[in-house]
C-alpha cells in the first residue's frame, strides 16, 4: 500500500498562497478545506480560490468538501483539474451517482465521513470510491486533537476493502504529526493530510519527509 502525504493549506499564510504551497512541493498532493458554514461552522474558500490554487500548486490539488449539497457542487472542482475530490456522506444525497461523475471527469472519487459516522452503511459503496476518508476530528477548524476513539473504525474500513480485494485508499485527517501518524498508520490509513503540523514547523518540507518516514517505517 502506497503512503500519501497531503499537507493541508488550512492554516497557512493565504496572502501568499504560491510560496505556501511551494513548500510542499515534496508532499504528493495539496489538501484544500472546502467549508460553506453550513456543513461545518467554519467559511473557508470556493472554487475561483480553488482555480487559483491549481494554477501554482507545485502538486495535485486533494479538495475535501464539507459543504451540503455536494450533488450540486463537487463536479465543477474535478472539472476544474483536482485530481481527487470528496465529499461528505452525511451531506450527499446520492453518493454513487456523484462518485460516478467525479471519476467520469477524471478525478479520484472520496467519501468522507465525521467522527460519529459509521462505515458499515457505506460498505457495499466502496467499489464507487477511490479513496475513504476517515476523519479524525470533528471536520470545521484545524489544529484540533487527533481522536484515539477513530482508530477501530480505520481499522474496519482497511479489513472490508482488503477483503473486497479492492484498492481503495484510507485517508486520515485531523490532529495528524509525527506523535499520532504511526497509530493511524498501524490501524489501516495510507493517506495522510496533516495541517498544522506542516505549516506550524519551522521547515514544512523537512517536516512533511519526517511524516512519510514514520508512516513508511
Ligand atoms: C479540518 C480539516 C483538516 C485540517 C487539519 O476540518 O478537514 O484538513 O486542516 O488540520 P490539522 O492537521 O491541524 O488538524
Ligand atoms: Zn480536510
Known amino acids: ?48 480560490i480553488v482555480e487559483g ?23 465543477a472542482y474535478a472539472e476544474a483539474g483536482c485530481a481527487s475530490v470528496t465529499f461528505h456522506a452525511e451531506a450527499a444525497t446520492a453518493p454513487v451517482k ?10 479520484r ?5 465525521r467522527p460519529a459516522t459509521a462505515i458499515e452503511p457505506y460498505l457495499d459503496l466502496l467499489p464507487e470510491f477511490d479513496m475513504i476518508l476517515v476523519m479524525t476530528v470533528e471536520p470545521g477548524f484545524g489544529g484540533q486533537s487527533f481522536i484515539d476513539g477513530t482508530l477501530p473504525k480505520i ?3 482497511r479489513k472490508a476493502i482488503q477483503d473486497a480485494g479492492l484498492d481503495v485508499w484510507v485517508q486520515v485527517d485531523g490532529g ?24 506550524k514547523a519551522e521547515d514544512a518540507a523537512a517536516e ?4 512519510r518516514d514514520l508512516a513508511t517505517a
Not at 109 to 113: M, N, S, T, Y
Open 1 to 48: 500500500m502506497s503512503i500519501v502525504i497531503s499537507p493541508s493549506i488550512l492554516n497557512s499564510d493565504f496572502s501568499d498562497m504560491r510560496g505556501e504551497l511551494a513548500k510542499i512541493a515534496g508532499a504528493d498532493y495539496a489538501h484544500v478545506d472546502v467549508m460553506d458554514n453550513h456543513f461545518v461552522p467554519n467559511l473557508t474558500l470556493g472554487l475561483p
Open 53 to 75: 490554487i491549481l494554477r501554482v500548486s507545485p502538486v495535485p490539488v486533494d479538495a475535501h468538501l464539507m459543504i451540503e449539497d455536494p450533488d450540486r457542487w463537487a463536479p
Open 98 to 107: 456523484l462518485a460516478r461523475e467525479l471519476r467520469a471527469q477524471g478525478a
Open 109 to 113: 472519487a472520496g467519501l468522507a465521513l
Open 155 to 157: 481499522t474496519r474500513t
Open 176 to 199: 495528524v504529526s509525527r506523535s499520532t501518524i504511526e497509530r493511524a498508520a498501524d490501524a489501516g490509513a495510507n493517506v495522510f493530510v496533516a495541517g498544522s503540523a506542516v505549516y
Open 208 to 211: 512533511v519527509q519526517a511524516l
